[in-house]
């Protein structure tokens, strides 16, 4: 029996038998050809363009159906970048033109300038689309070469797909009436492939670097995507025990249903929110149906990576006014763009960055480009006249910062103020802590700032510098790190002393074994994902505040993450036998 350890990115678990996906990337060979052969060049790339994006089309009508609109707008993407008149085609044509060489090879080089452009960026909004452009290319120049994909859907019934990696259209295209999960050697958290793979509901393990290897000599297979673990081979006692986990897991999960119209209360009384995280207009109805109070955070970056052309103040009114409406009179808190090392910084600048996840990002891209920024805050202070809207700062790490920020923010009140436009004067304007200086100085920026929201993302990997992306350094990236927890308590202090709300809305916030962990540290307000919401809610109702501060006080006495990890595993498993509380949950 081998066991392998990686990202669980879709929750669930499958047992069955191993489907390798042997899937090699389309190649291209640069051969020259002759001035006269250039517009025959031109012509087959144009070809192979137009046949991509038609079958694009018929997966996006594919991925609407069977994963929902939100996810199945990754192919929309795709196909946006396939009618880039200016910065594909053109880069493409001038290509074979000038240096003379044959369609495949000028498309395959320029889809990998795109796709090292995209990873350089290091913020996983972004390194998600280098996997987008590489299926892209794989897609284009596939047609050029002839080298054609394998197809999932030869699967077999009762499978489980083992892969080096899936595109998302791979991913899109699974069959839920075969496949039972897939496990590959790369990827991460936040991938598309991720996102689709939650989407289908099938288990889904990413990241584990040595599954094809594995698979090689194995018959059969879990997948356990609640644990992040993929086992070969399993013996009979881990398949009774799995056996007997998958009956609970169904039961817990079909008690969830009822709990969206209860209070998240604990047991001894004590309220805490909970808020729900989205990215597109349309989830805020989501996290009302899950039973969420609001949502804490918005992520309203995808405004611009959904266009080549940055959005009017009117495609940003309307996406916060249909969030806000979607809501029905519950608080929306709207972070302004956390842009990072992307196309409107890298392609702009006279000279790109050495490493712009620590330079050029955030609320700093924001100060370069002001006129941007004002337009995101012109359409926040209107939309907050219809209804409860907060504003936050990303990534603050001094409270000049802070206080510049806020500087905009009046100079637009004042601009709105005479031309006669409605907003609330009395917006809350709060900031993100995701770095260890802002978490330091908490205790300053309590006095001004009006809430707090910690992105314990950022705030892991800037404390224990590891790219939550990098699959070498993703098992390092852990919120129980006694500094990152550390970190966690002098915020949740700070705000307390000056009566200013904290939220935690990264993702170690929807695992219930994390949360009780936060509570016990005073936390009172969690925004997660809207799936999270029940599970949550579930574990609050199930366990009384005192317990939560017996835990948290316990937790701060470890010194190393793993034993952190295990005993808020052991002390979840307590307050909910079934042994589902989040991430770590299984047999």
């Not at 969830?256 to 990215?279: F, H, K, Q, W, Y």
């Not at 806000?324 to 763009?337: D, K, S």
């Not at 601009?415 to 978490?439: F, K, N, Q, R, T």
Request: proline fraction near 5%; charged fraction near 25%; charge should be neutral.
């Amino acid at each position: 029996m081998d066991v392998l350890e990686g990202i669980p990115v879709s929750p669930g678990v499958a047992i069955g038998r191993i489907a390798v996906l042997d899937y090699s990337r389309a190649k291209a060979r640069r051969k020259p050809i002759a001035p006269g052969q250039v517009e025959h060049e031109i012509a087959r790339f144009e070809k192979a363009r137009i046949e991509s994006i038609e079958e694009l089309n018929r997966v996006f009508k594919t991925a609407q159906a069977h994963v929902g609109d939100d996810p199945a707008k990754i192919f929309l993407f795709h196909i946006g970048v396939l009618q880039d008149k200016r910065n594909l085609v053109q880069a493409v044509h001038d290509r074979i033109r000038e240096q003379l060489i044959g369609a495949d090879a000028a498309a395959a080089e320029v889809f990998q300038t795109w796709y090292d452009r995209f990873m350089s960026m290091k913020e996983s909004s972004f390194t998600t689309k280098a996997d987008d452009i590489r299926d892209l290319s794989d897609r284009v120049v596939g047609r050029l070469t002839g080298q054609r994909r394998q197809s999932v859907a030869q699967v077999a019934e009762g499978s489980l797909v083992i892969a080096r990696d899936l595109t998302p259209s791979q991913t899109v295209a699974l069959d839920r009436g075969k496949v039972l999960g897939f496990a590959t050697d790369l990827g991460g958290r936040t991938s598309h492939t991720a996102i689709v793979a939650k989407a289908l509901g099938i288990p889904a393990v990413v990241g584990c670097r040595w599954t094809t290897q594995t698979a090689a000599g194995a018959q059969s297979v879990i997948i356990d995507g609640d644990r992040g673990r993929v086992i070969f081979d399993p013996d009979q006692i881990t398949l009774d025990d799995y056996a007997r986990y998958e009956e609970q897991r169904r039961t817990f999960h079909l008690s969830l249903d009822e709990l969206a119209g209860l209070e998240a209360r604990t047991s001894d009384g004590v309220p805490i929110e909970l808020l729900g995280n989205i990215e597109f207009p349309d989830e805020a109805s989501d996290v009302v149906r899950a039973g969420g109070q609001g949502v804490g955070l918005y992520r309203t970056e995808f405004l611009y990576l959904t266009s080549d052309t940055e959005p009017t103040e009117t495609d940003h009114f309307e996406a916060y006014r249909a969030a806000l409406a979607g809501l029905e009179g519950r608080p929306l808190t709207i972070r302004t763009v956390d842009l990072g090392a992307d196309k409107y910084t890298q392609e702009r600048a006279e000279t790109p960055e050495r490493n712009p996840f620590l330079g050029n990002r955030s609320i700093r891209y924001c100060f370069k480009s002001p006129a941007m920024f004002r337009t995101q805050l012109r359409a926040i202070l209107r939309v907050s006249a219809l209804g409860p809207v907060k504003m936050m700062f990303p990534l603050i790490t001094s409270l000049g910062e802070f206080r510049q920020a806020r500087l905009y923010v009046r100079e637009v009140m004042e601009d709105l103020a005479e031309e006669g436009v409605a907003y609330d004067a009395g917006l809350a304007i709060g900031m993100m802590v995701e770095v260890p200086s802002a978490a330091v100085m908490a205790d300053v920026f309590a006095r001004e700032a009006d809430f707090f929201s910690i992105g314990t993302n950022d705030l892991v990997q800037y404390t224990l510098a590891v790219d939550r992306t990098n699959e070498q350094v993703a098992p390092m990236f852990d919120p129980a790190h006694p500094a990152v927890i550390r970190l966690i308590r002098e915020v949740i202090k700070a705000g307390r002393r000056q009566s200013r709300p904290v939220s935690v809305c990264g993702e170690s916030a929807a695992d219930p074994e994390f949360a009780l962990l936060l509570m016990g540290l005073g936390l009172r307000t969690l925004s997660v994902t809207s799936s999270a919401i029940p599970t949550l809610k579930r574990m609050i109702r199930a366990v009384s505040l005192t317990e939560c501060e017996r835990i948290a006080k316990k937790a701060l006495v470890f010194d190393s993450p793993g034993q952190v990890s295990a005993f808020l595993r052991d002390r979840a498993r307590k307050i909910v036998p079934e042994g589902l509380a989040g991430r770590s949950g299984g047999p």
